[in-house]
Every structure is written in structure tokens, then in C-alpha cells.
């Protein structure tokens, strides 16, 4: 056995677990609180010799050939190795504590100086991640060993050091017996990917640090003597705050402690807060019920792997603040410990988990079975526990001072043993004031200690019998909306429920942003480094791209996690404070009546709206004309420095008919087409077919393919499922092959004003679904009315979509619209756009999802004006340069190949998006699912655009 395979060595002369806190050599650099600043801390990031190994056996005495590398780094992204992606299934065999004989290893060293002040105090070397065991040397003499990815190693290396020249040399393996405990969803990366640190300390340190901020006092455990600042200024009474300001994720107030032993500085931002669960099972910082508008948040970079730089984070909370989100969960290992300084300054609330996950054992025998309190698994087994109660333990003491946290997670996917009791003990006997959360709880039913009830991708409609529950624990979606691809499309319709109950108290989506990795410039993910065992693009599921990049999603959880909920009935518009904390009168509400598209009346007001209350204004109305043509609607928005909500409402305005009075076809014919002649146009129709398949006006070719009715849409990610009923891919028993689609056309009159075309759809191998009557009129300015009336087989499953697709020349590319804009949107992806007047191009329709899918949709739409052609009725549309086969077959962005041709979509319907990547089916409402279809619009061919 090797001793990174024996749990009882695999630790060795670590320095026990405290707060986590950098000692500074004078107050006023403490309050300052630039680390950089204390005479006390040395940073070794930087570049380091590496060696890399194949085999760890391999590793000599002395190596004389060193190249370089940055530390902190993942070595597979400085060109070591290859990342590896996998999700469930272990990369290795299941064969705890044994991991593979060839274990490749990464050894790193540097040289720093000691100077004689240095030497005289104890050193410490701190290591904030390495991936994933690893043996530290100091001057070649063994300091001690280390693992648990994500966590913290301090080492005393006080009696290594010299005055003068030093050198460290850290030997890093790929695997240990702690990566089972580390079968996390992701990239599997190495090497030491986060700071590393050397620290003076006293010769009598202060060791661990705890503090007690209640919302009436501060207080430092033990003897300790310390000081309370506010704002710079020390308080008088220490301890004591008068008129405390207390901490909450909308207004984060913090204090500033000193704890001090006149030789060591040591600061930490305080902030007064106190969590309590009430009887009725709210969630309350405070004593005011919150909900939780989370996320999960994996540390994620499409070049540095698990390395995020302290910008890289900060940029991270920025933007899911600018989102609306107020709450991270660690998925699933905690973060490096700026992360949780930034949470506290800012505002997050944070479910802190610990580096656990054994999900790989649920496949261990083939198939899938998660066994609760079974001997086989490392949860339950008697030599694991102190692995599992210390990795809890490592996360509890470094973060405890954090007012940012209000959960402690055991960890993810593990499913449930005596250890995780020990771990919920553990946390019980250290009485932070913290709740316990374990989504494997619910394995066992939750009949276990934890504070919270959790689950992952529930559906919607059952959360109300969640809420129902006797058992006065609050309900946490610990994952849900998975926003894999385009999406989520169903964030607010989970939101809406929250809202409704008190124990309902919010969640947190899956995930933060897509995990990829650059290979010759494209965005890859599982399979395109040669994996053993892979799970394909299921790491790209961010609600951010990789690049951090805003998509519909990203816009969409915005609009779902904003701070007002506003109704209109009538005229009376009630306005909804969803904040916890916060008095709207703290914003601007502007209201703005639009009547086809112009700006008929603006109102700012400033409401005095406590959180959690309402108010109800009843609006003058009197400008809104008998009649418009596209609509009227009040825009709704709440503004601070900037725009932080919005919610359009339509207006009750009749929209005028327009008339439309066919005319008597004049046509010519042969034996498949007519050929209909107007003043300035000519038109081919093509009787074979059932369509249209030339538009000439003023000598411009607008359209010079046939016009197909087709039910296509290339799979987003979250269709990855319903595809299998859509379309033949693997087997060719289970679907409609809607991908291969028949027209039929029964009949095809050509009648005095009108045409009139009798048809029917089927794929491949398939009776019809969908047997249909079009009906073509043209007036005398040569628009033309196009009427589909269908009905749908009863069994059919529901439709991607169901509408005309046109292509027409690449030169009509841009675009105008009247619809919902300007990002993409779909029928439950939608709450983030308003109906307005837009204009765009083909070009900036695309999104560049990491593996291609169906994008770019606008829905409630009267009018799209492109290529000289004006479409007008109540539709959605989609305008692409690439086709929706391309975009199904396509597996990477690079693939794509445009089409000669603008691709226009005018639909009657399209499916909505969902989350059913990993989360429940489509919710009914938002599935092309009607058996019978009448849908009417024009072309027209002379309106300007
Ligand atoms: C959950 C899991 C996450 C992630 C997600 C799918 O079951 O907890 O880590 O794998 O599924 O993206
Ligand atoms: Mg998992």
C-alpha cells in the first residue's frame, strides 16, 4: 500500500485547522487589510521548476531536468497530462483505497529567502488547494503530506528554515485515496491550483480565532484581546455596537475586528447577523424570512481550469449581483478563502459545502443503485470517518467567521451513511449558529439532523406537496433549472412558487457557468480529450457562458430573481416588494405607457413599499387611443443607477383588423407551377408542391426556394431527451422522425380567388401526424394572406415547433421586428425581454452555444420586416445563417458552416425550452401541443424595411 493510499497517513504534521486570517506586523496595516502590506506574509505564487511524471515511481533523487510552471495552475493547462471529463463514473476503478499503479506526479520547487528577523519567528507555509495529495520539502527534508483538494494545509516549517536561501519542493500525485471523495462533476485537474503562502508568526501565536457577531454584540472566544472599528473609527466599548447595523446579503454592513497580542495584527470583517428557522419553517437572517436566489457556483476557467484568480472571482459575484442572485451554493467543495470575503462585502449569501463527493459509487457494479448505510460505501465505513468528519471539519473552522454563510453542506451525491452523521455531530457540538444542510438527506427521508429538507430538479407542480410536508424544516432546492445549452426557461415559474409558500424558501440553479476547455481554439468538453469514460457537453450547463459571457438564460434568472412582482387588472397596477431588506423607496419606478412602439405617457414615482408589502396604484389610462395596430402595453421598471427590474404589461387597446380583400388571380401555368403577375411583382407558385417558391418585385429576386411548413428545430441541450421522440438518431423505432419530414399534398386548387391546398406531414417510416388545409390569397397590391388550418394526431407527441421556413438571398440579412426583443426568447424563456420595436441582423441572432443547438427565437411577434418582404399577425420568428439540420449535426461551434441562403422561420408555435437536460419534462403549457392549429398572416411585399 502506498501511503497516499492509506488513510491513516495521508495527513501528516498538518498544522490543526483554524480560522483562516493573515497576521499583519501594525494595526493601521491591518485595518487597511492590503495583505500584501504585513511583514508577516509572503506570497510564492509565481514561477516554480516542475518536473512531470508519468509514474510517481519514476521521480528521482534528484532531478536535473526542470522546466517551469506557474504556480497556482492546474498542469493541464500548461500543457501536463490532458484535462479529463467525467461526471458520475470514476476515472479509475472503483477500488477505495487502491487508485492505479501508474499515478502521475507533478513536483514543483522554488527557492525563496529567509531573512534574520524572518528566522527568528515561526514559519508556517500555507497551502490553499492542491490537487490531489501531496508531500511538502523543505532544504530536501520531509515537512509533512496533505489532501482534500479544496482545502486548506498549513505546515509549521519553522525548524527547516535557514537565514538566508531556502529551497521548498512539493511532490504532487494525480490521485490518492482522496479522490474518491472527490467525484465531482467536473474537469478533473492537478497540481497546486490555488495561493500558496509562507506566514512569520510569533514565537506564541494566536492559533484559531472565533467570533461571535450576534445583531446586539461582537465577541471574541477565550482571552483574546480585541478592538471593534466602524468605518475607521474604533468603538468605544468594544463589543458592545450601539445602533448596530446589522448584515444581510441587500445591505451588507461589516465592522472591522482586531484581534491582537500586540506582536501579531489580525483583522477580520464582521458582520452582525443572526439565522434562526421558524416554527413555520422560513428562513430567517434577522428575523426577517428571506428566499434564496441561488446558484451554484464550481470554480471554473476555460483556460486555468479550477484556477480563479481573485479578479476572476470578484468579477463572478459583480456580475451574479447585477443578475439578481443573492445566494451561492460551493458546489461541491469549498472555495479559496477570498471567495467568502467577497461574499461578505458584497452581499452573497453562501451555502458552504465541503470537498465530498462519491457519486461514482451509485456505478461501481454497473448500472445505478445508491445504497444507504451499506458497509461498501465510504460513508458508512468505519475507516473513513475521520476523512469525512475532518474535510468537514477543514471547511467549518477556516470559514466560520464568514457572515456570508448560512449553511454548512456535507457535500454532494454521496449517498448516506454513519459518517455523515459524525459530520452533522461535529457541527452540531461547535454551536456556530449555522444550520446543517446534505441533499442526501432525502435519501433517508431527511429522519437525520440536518436543519434543512433538500432535493434536486423537482418539478414545478410538485413543489406545492414539498411545502405541504409536516415538518416544520424548510425546503431547499439545492439544484434545479438546469441552464445547460439555451436556457433555463423555467426559473420563474419555479420562483413563482416559492413565493407562495413560507417554507418554500428558494434554491439555488444548476449551475454558474459552462465548463470547457480550449483545444486548438474551440471550446471542447468530455470526449474530446480522449477520455475513458466521458459525459460528452453535460459540463457545459452554465447560466454564464465560460467566458462569462450573458446569454437569454443568464437574463432570464434576472428577471426571475428581481425585486418586484407587479399585476395589472384593469387599471389598477399592484406593486409587489419581493426584497427582504430593502424599501423600494430606495429606487425609481418608472412607468411608461407604449402604444405601437411610440412613447404615449411617463410616469417616475418614487413608492414607499416595505419588503414583503404591496401597494396598489390605480393608473390614468385616458391616453390610450380606441384602437392601435401592434399594441399597447405599460413598461414597468425599477431604477437606481441603473435599470434593476422590469416587467411589461399589455394594455387592453382593440388592435384594428386590417382589411384584407383578395383579388382574382391572373396566372399562367404549366403542368407544375402558376405563374401569378402583378404591376411591380411576380410570383411562382408551385402546384406540385403546395407553396410559393418565387417572389420577384421590381426586378429583386426575395425569395427563390419553395416555402416549407416544417416542425423542426435542432435539439437544444435541454431537448436532449424529448429528441429521442422528435427524430431518429440512435434508433430509428422510438420517434416521429420529425427530422424527416414528408410533405404530401393531396390536392392543390387553384379557385377563382384563392388557392387552396390540401396536405398532409409525416417522417419517415410514420403514418401522417398532422393533415392540413393552406389556404394562399393575393390583393391587388400583392400581399398575400397565407391561412393554415391543421389538425394533429391525438398520440403525437408535442412538436418542436410548427411554421413556414423561407430562405431567402443572404444580402436581406438584417432585419426589423415588432415582437419580443432583442435577446432570443421563447414561451417560458421570455420574462427578460419586452415586445418593442427592434432591428438586427442573422449575424446577431446567433448564439454561440458550446455544442450548437436551436437558437435565436422571437415570440409574440406582429411584424418582421426583411428582405423586402413584411410579415404581419401574430406569430414567432427565428432568422439564422445556418440551417436547422446544420445546427443538429454540428457537435462543436467550428463546424458550423453557414448557408448560402438568410434562413427565416415565421411560426405559429414553438416549443418552449425548459430545463429537462437534467431537470423535469417540459411544463405542459409551454409545448406545441394543440390538436387543431388555424393560424393566419400576410406577406407583404411593397411596405418598406
Ligand atoms: C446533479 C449534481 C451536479 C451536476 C448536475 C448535472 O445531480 O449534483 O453536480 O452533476 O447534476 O449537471
Ligand atoms: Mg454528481
Same mark, same amino acid.
Given at each position: 500500500?502506498?501511503?497516499?493510499?492509506?488513510? /491513516?497517513?495521508?495527513?501528516?504534521?498538518?498544522?490543526?485547522?483554524?480560522?483562516?486570517?493573515?497576521?499583519?506586523?501594525?494595526?493601521?496595516?491591518?485595518?487597511?487589510?492590503?495583505?500584501?502590506?504585513?511583514?508577516?506574509?509572503?506570497?510564492?505564487?509565481?514561477?516554480?521548476?516542475?518536473?512531470?511524471? =508519468?509514474?510517481?515511481?519514476?521521480?528521482?533523487?534528484?532531478?536535473?531536468?526542470?522546466?517551469?510552471?506557474?504556480?497556482?495552475?492546474?498542469?493541464?493547462?500548461?500543457?501536463?497530462?490532458?484535462?479529463?471529463?467525467?461526471?458520475?463514473?470514476?476515472?479509475?476503478?472503483?477500488?477505495?483505497?487502491?487508485?492505479?499503479?501508474?499515478?502521475?506526479?507533478?513536483?514543483?520547487?522554488?527557492?525563496? $529567502?529567509?531573512?534574520?528577523?524572518?528566522?527568528?519567528?515561526?514559519?508556517?507555509?500555507?497551502?490553499?488547494?492542491?490537487?490531489?495529495?501531496?508531500?511538502?520539502?523543505?532544504?530536501?527534508?520531509?515537512?509533512?503530506?496533505?489532501?482534500?483538494?479544496?482545502?486548506?494545509?498549513?505546515?509549521?516549517?519553522?525548524?527547516?528554515?535557514?537565514?538566508?536561501?531556502?529551497?521548498?519542493?512539493?511532490?504532487?500525485?494525480?490521485?490518492?485515496?482522496?479522490?474518491?471523495?472527490?467525484?465531482?462533476?467536473?474537469?478533473?485537474?492537478?497540481?497546486? *491550483?490555488?495561493?500558496?503562502?509562507?506566514?512569520?508568526?510569533?514565537?506564541?501565536?494566536?492559533?484559531?480565532?472565533?467570533?461571535?457577531? %450576534?445583531?446586539?454584540? +461582537?465577541?471574541?472566544?477565550?482571552?483574546?484581546?480585541?478592538?471593534?472599528?466602524?468605518?475607521?473609527?474604533?468603538?468605544?466599548?468594544?463589543?458592545?455596537?450601539?445602533?448596530?447595523?446589522?448584515?444581510?446579503?441587500?445591505?451588507?454592513?461589516?465592522?472591522?475586528?482586531?484581534?491582537?497580542?500586540?506582536?501579531?495584527?489580525?483583522?477580520?470583517?464582521?458582520?452582525?447577523?443572526?439565522?434562526?428557522?421558524?416554527?413555520?419553517?422560513?428562513?430567517?437572517?434577522?428575523?426577517?424570512?428571506?428566499? #434564496?436566489?441561488?446558484?451554484?457556483?464550481?470554480?471554473?476557467?476555460?483556460?486555468?481550469?479550477?484556477?480563479?484568480?481573485?479578479?476572476?472571482?470578484?468579477?463572478?459575484?459583480?456580475?451574479?449581483?447585477?443578475?439578481?442572485?443573492?445566494?451561492?451554493?460551493?458546489?461541491?467543495?469549498?472555495?479559496?478563502?477570498?471567495?467568502?470575503?467577497?461574499?461578505?462585502?458584497?452581499? +452573497?449569501?453562501?451555502?458552504?459545502?465541503?470537498?465530498?463527493?462519491?457519486?461514482?459509487?451509485?456505478?461501481?457494479?454497473?448500472?445505478?443503485?445508491?445504497?444507504?448505510? &451499506?458497509?461498501?460505501?465510504?460513508?458508512?465505513?468505519?475507516?473513513?470517518?475521520?476523512?469525512?468528519?475532518?474535510?468537514?471539519?477543514?471547511?467549518?473552522?477556516?470559514?466560520?467567521?464568514?457572515?456570508?454563510?448560512?449553511?454548512?453542506?456535507?457535500?454532494?451525491?454521496?449517498?448516506?451513511?454513519?459518517?455523515?452523521?459524525?459530520?452533522?455531530?461535529?457541527?452540531?457540538?461547535?454551536?456556530?449558529?449555522?444550520?446543517?444542510?446534505?441533499?442526501?438527506?432525502?435519501?433517508?427521508?431527511?429522519?437525520?439532523?440536518?436543519?434543512?429538507?433538500?432535493?434536486?430538479?423537482?418539478?414545478?407542480?410538485?413543489?406545492?406537496?414539498?411545502?405541504?410536508?409536516?415538518?416544520?424544516?424548510? *425546503?431547499?432546492?439545492?439544484?434545479?433549472?438546469?441552464?445547460?445549452?439555451?436556457?433555463?426557461?423555467?426559473?420563474?415559474?419555479?420562483? =413563482?412558487?416559492?413565493?407562495?409558500?413560507? &417554507?418554500?424558501?428558494?434554491?439555488?440553479?444548476?449551475?454558474?457557468?459552462?465548463? $470547457?476547455?480550449?483545444?486548438?481554439?474551440?471550446?471542447?468538453?468530455?470526449?474530446?480529450?480522449?477520455?475513458?469514460?466521458?459525459?460528452?457537453?453535460?459540463?457545459?450547463?452554465?447560466?454564464?457562458?465560460?467566458?462569462?459571457?450573458?446569454?437569454?438564460?443568464?437574463?432570464?434568472?434576472?428577471?426571475?430573481?428581481?425585486?418586484?412582482?407587479?399585476?395589472?387588472?384593469?387599471?389598477?397596477?399592484?406593486?409587489?416588494?419581493?426584497?427582504?431588506?430593502?424599501?423600494?423607496? =430606495?429606487?425609481?419606478?418608472?412607468?411608461?405607457?407604449?402604444?405601437?412602439?411610440?412613447?404615449?405617457?411617463?410616469?417616475?414615482?418614487?413608492?414607499?413599499?416595505?419588503?414583503?408589502?404591496?401597494?396598489?396604484? %390605480?393608473?390614468?389610462?385616458?391616453?390610450?387611443?380606441?384602437?392601435?395596430? #401592434?399594441?399597447?402595453?405599460?413598461?414597468?421598471?425599477?431604477?437606481?443607477?441603473?435599470?434593476?427590474?422590469?416587467?411589461?404589461?399589455?394594455?387592453?387597446?382593440?388592435?384594428?383588423?386590417?382589411?384584407?380583400?383578395?383579388?382574382?388571380?391572373?396566372?399562367?401555368?404549366?403542368?407544375?407551377?402558376?405563374?401569378?403577375?402583378? =404591376?411591380?411583382?411576380?410570383? /411562382?407558385?408551385?402546384?406540385?408542391?403546395?407553396?410559393?417558391?418565387?417572389?420577384?418585385?421590381?426586378?429583386?429576386?426575395?425569395?427563390?426556394?419553395?416555402?416549407?411548413?416544417?416542425?423542426?428545430?435542432?435539439?437544444?441541450?435541454?431537448?436532449?431527451?424529448?429528441? *429521442?421522440?422528435?427524430?431518429?438518431?440512435?434508433?430509428?423505432?422510438?420517434?416521429?422522425?420529425?427530422?424527416?419530414?414528408?410533405?404530401?399534398?393531396?390536392?392543390?386548387?387553384?379557385?377563382?380567388?384563392?388557392?387552396?391546398?390540401?396536405?398532409?406531414?409525416?417522417?419517415?417510416?410514420?403514418?401522417?401526424?398532422?393533415?392540413?388545409?393552406?389556404?394562399?390569397?393575393?390583393?391587388?397590391?400583392?400581399?398575400?394572406?397565407?391561412?393554415?388550418?391543421?389538425?394533429?394526431?391525438?398520440?403525437?407527441?408535442?412538436?418542436?415547433?410548427?411554421?413556414?421556413?423561407?430562405?431567402?438571398?443572404?444580402?436581406?440579412?438584417?432585419?426589423?421586428?415588432?415582437?419580443?426583443?432583442?435577446?432570443?426568447?421563447?414561451?417560458?424563456?421570455?420574462?427578460?425581454?419586452?415586445?418593442?420595436?427592434?432591428?438586427?441582423?442573422?449575424?446577431?441572432?446567433?448564439?454561440?452555444?458550446?455544442?450548437?443547438?436551436?437558437?435565436?427565437?422571437?415570440?409574440?411577434?406582429?411584424?418582421?420586416?426583411?428582405?423586402?418582404? $413584411?410579415?404581419?399577425?401574430?406569430?414567432?420568428?427565428?432568422?439564422?445563417?445556418?440551417?436547422?439540420?446544420?445546427? %443538429?449535426?454540428?457537435?462543436?461551434?467550428?463546424?458550423?458552416?453557414?448557408?448560402?441562403?438568410?434562413?427565416?422561420?415565421?411560426?405559429?408555435?414553438?416549443?418552449?425550452?425548459?430545463?429537462?437536460?437534467?431537470?423535469?419534462? #417540459?411544463?405542459?403549457?409551454?409545448?406545441?401541443?394543440?390538436?387543431?392549429?388555424?393560424?393566419?398572416?400576410?406577406?407583404?411585399?411593397?411596405?418598406? &424595411?
Amino acid at each position: 500500500m502506498r501511503k497516499y493510499e492509506n488513510l /491513516t497517513k495521508v495527513r501528516e504534521n498538518l498544522s490543526p485547522q483554524r480560522a483562516y486570517y493573515i497576521p499583519y506586523d501594525t494595526a493601521e496595516k491591518a485595518l487597511k487589510g492590503d495583505k500584501n502590506s504585513s511583514k508577516y506574509y509572503k506570497l510564492l505564487n509565481g514561477e516554480w521548476g516542475f518536473a512531470y511524471f =508519468e509514474r510517481d515511481i519514476d521521480v528521482p533523487e534528484k532531478i536535473t531536468d526542470w522546466g517551469k510552471i506557474t504556480v497556482p495552475s492546474c498542469w493541464q493547462s500548461k500543457g501536463y497530462d490532458t484535462p479529463y471529463y467525467t461526471n458520475v463514473n470514476y476515472p479509475y476503478p472503483v477500488n477505495a483505497p487502491f487508485v492505479p499503479d501508474d499515478n502521475p506526479c507533478g513536483v514543483y520547487a522554488r527557492e525563496f $529567502t529567509v531573512s534574520k528577523e524572518e528566522k527568528k519567528r515561526n514559519g508556517f507555509i500555507v497551502f490553499e488547494g492542491v490537487s490531489s495529495y501531496f508531500e511538502v520539502f523543505i532544504n530536501g527534508k520531509y515537512v509533512g503530506s496533505s489532501e482534500g483538494s479544496h482545502l486548506q494545509s498549513e505546515f509549521n516549517i519553522a525548524k527547516f528554515l535557514v537565514e538566508g536561501e531556502n529551497t521548498i519542493t512539493v511532490k504532487v500525485v494525480k490521485w490518492s485515496a482522496g479522490s474518491y471523495l472527490e467525484d465531482q462533476d467536473f474537469f478533473r485537474f492537478n497540481g497546486i *491550483f490555488r495561493d500558496v503562502y509562507l506566514l512569520y508568526r510569533a514565537k506564541n501565536n494566536i492559533g484559531d480565532i472565533e467570533i461571535t457577531a %450576534t445583531t446586539k454584540e +461582537i465577541t471574541v472566544k477565550g482571552n483574546l484581546e480585541f478592538d471593534v472599528y466602524d468605518n475607521g473609527e474604533k468603538l468605544e466599548e468594544k463589543g458592545k455596537v450601539k445602533n448596530p447595523i446589522l448584515w444581510n446579503a441587500e445591505k451588507p454592513y461589516l465592522y472591522t475586528v482586531i484581534v491582537s497580542n500586540k506582536d501579531e495584527f489580525i483583522p477580520f470583517k464582521v458582520g452582525m447577523r443572526e439565522i434562526e428557522i421558524s416554527d413555520k419553517g422560513e428562513f430567517k437572517i434577522n428575523q426577517k424570512p428571506i428566499k #434564496l436566489r441561488g446558484v451554484n457556483h464550481h470554480d471554473t476557467h476555460p483556460t486555468k481550469g479550477w484556477y480563479l484568480s481573485d479578479e476572476d472571482l470578484e468579477k463572478d459575484i459583480k456580475l451574479m449581483k447585477y443578475l439578481n442572485i443573492n445566494c451561492v451554493r460551493t458546489s461541491h467543495y469549498p472555495k479559496t478563502p477570498k471567495f467568502y470575503e467577497l461574499c461578505d462585502e458584497l452581499g +452573497i449569501y453562501v451555502v458552504d459545502e465541503t470537498d465530498i463527493e462519491i457519486h461514482g459509487y451509485c456505478t461501481r457494479n454497473s448500472g445505478w443503485q445508491y445504497q444507504m448505510y &451499506n458497509e461498501e460505501w465510504p460513508c458508512q465505513n468505519a475507516e473513513w470517518k475521520d476523512e469525512f468528519v475532518s474535510r468537514c471539519e477543514r471547511m467549518v473552522e477556516r470559514d466560520k467567521n464568514h457572515p456570508c454563510i448560512i449553511m454548512w453542506s456535507l457535500g454532494n451525491e454521496s449517498g448516506y451513511g454513519a459518517n455523515h452523521d459524525a459530520m452533522i455531530e461535529y457541527i452540531r457540538s461547535r454551536k456556530l449558529g449555522v444550520p446543517v444542510h446534505f441533499e442526501g438527506a432525502n435519501l433517508i427521508e431527511d429522519k437525520c439532523d440536518v436543519d434543512i429538507r433538500s432535493k434536486m430538479y423537482v418539478d414545478v407542480s410538485s413543489l406545492k406537496d414539498h411545502a405541504a410536508v409536516k415538518d416544520n424544516r424548510p *425546503f431547499f432546492l439545492c439544484e434545479f433549472s438546469h441552464s445547460m445549452g439555451n436556457g433555463p426557461g423555467d426559473v420563474y415559474d419555479y420562483f =413563482e412558487e416559492f413565493y407562495k409558500y413560507d &417554507n418554500l424558501i428558494g434554491g439555488c440553479i444548476w449551475e454558474w457557468a459552462d465548463h $470547457t476547455a480550449i483545444k486548438n481554439g474551440v471550446q471542447c468538453y468530455g470526449g474530446d480529450f480522449g477520455e475513458q469514460t466521458d459525459d460528452g457537453n453535460f459540463c457545459a450547463d452554465g447560466m454564464v457562458f465560460a467566458n462569462r459571457e450573458l446569454k437569454a438564460g443568464s437574463m432570464e434568472v434576472r428577471a426571475a430573481y428581481q425585486g418586484i412582482n407587479t399585476t395589472l387588472i384593469g387599471d389598477v397596477l399592484t406593486i409587489y416588494n419581493r426584497f427582504d431588506f430593502t424599501n423600494l423607496k =430606495e429606487y425609481t419606478l418608472n412607468l411608461e405607457v407604449v402604444v405601437d412602439g411610440k412613447l404615449v405617457k411617463k410616469e417616475e414615482h418614487i413608492f414607499d413599499i416595505a419588503p414583503h408589502e404591496s401597494l396598489s396604484y %390605480t393608473l390614468d389610462l385616458s391616453c390610450l387611443p380606441k384602437e392601435c395596430s #401592434l399594441g399597447a402595453f405599460l413598461n414597468v421598471s425599477l431604477v437606481g443607477t441603473s435599470e434593476i427590474a422590469m416587467v411589461q404589461h399589455v394594455l387592453e387597446a382593440e388592435r384594428a383588423k386590417e382589411e384584407f380583400i383578395p383579388e382574382k388571380l391572373v396566372y399562367e401555368k404549366d403542368n407544375e407551377k402558376i405563374y401569378i403577375k402583378g =404591376e411591380n411583382y411576380s410570383y /411562382t407558385f408551385n402546384t406540385h408542391y403546395g407553396n410559393f417558391e418565387k417572389i420577384v418585385v421590381d426586378d429583386k429576386v426575395l425569395l427563390d426556394e419553395l416555402i416549407k411548413l416544417t416542425v423542426w428545430r435542432a435539439p437544444t441541450d435541454n431537448d436532449r431527451r424529448i429528441k *429521442f421522440k422528435w427524430g431518429i438518431f440512435e434508433d430509428n423505432l422510438s420517434a416521429q422522425n420529425f427530422n424527416m419530414l414528408f410533405s404530401k399534398v393531396y390536392s392543390c386548387d387553384v379557385l377563382e380567388k384563392e388557392i387552396v391546398v390540401v396536405g398532409s406531414l409525416a417522417g419517415v417510416a410514420r403514418s401522417p401526424f398532422m393533415k392540413q388545409t393552406l389556404t394562399f390569397k393575393i390583393d391587388k397590391n400583392g400581399k398575400i394572406l397565407v391561412n393554415l388550418k391543421a389538425t394533429i394526431g391525438e398520440d403525437i407527441v408535442y412538436l418542436p415547433r410548427l411554421g413556414f421556413e423561407f430562405k431567402i438571398p443572404k444580402t436581406a440579412e438584417s432585419f426589423s421586428y415588432f415582437g419580443r426583443g432583442e435577446m432570443e426568447n421563447y414561451l417560458d424563456l421570455c420574462h427578460h425581454t419586452k415586445v418593442g420595436y427592434y432591428s438586427s441582423t442573422a449575424k446577431k441572432e446567433y448564439v454561440p452555444y458550446i455544442m450548437p443547438q436551436e437558437h435565436g427565437n422571437h415570440s409574440s411577434v406582429r411584424e418582421l420586416k426583411i428582405g423586402g418582404l $413584411t410579415f404581419k399577425g401574430d406569430f414567432e420568428f427565428n432568422v439564422s445563417n445556418f440551417t436547422s439540420e446544420m445546427l %443538429t449535426h454540428a457537435m462543436h461551434t467550428n463546424e458550423l458552416i453557414e448557408d448560402k441562403n438568410t434562413i427565416v422561420r415565421v411560426d405559429y408555435k414553438v416549443s418552449g425550452i425548459g430545463s429537462n437536460s437534467c431537470g423535469p419534462e #417540459l411544463i405542459n403549457e409551454y409545448r406545441v401541443n394543440e390538436k387543431t392549429v388555424d393560424f393566419e398572416f400576410t406577406i407583404d411585399v411593397n411596405g418598406k &424595411n
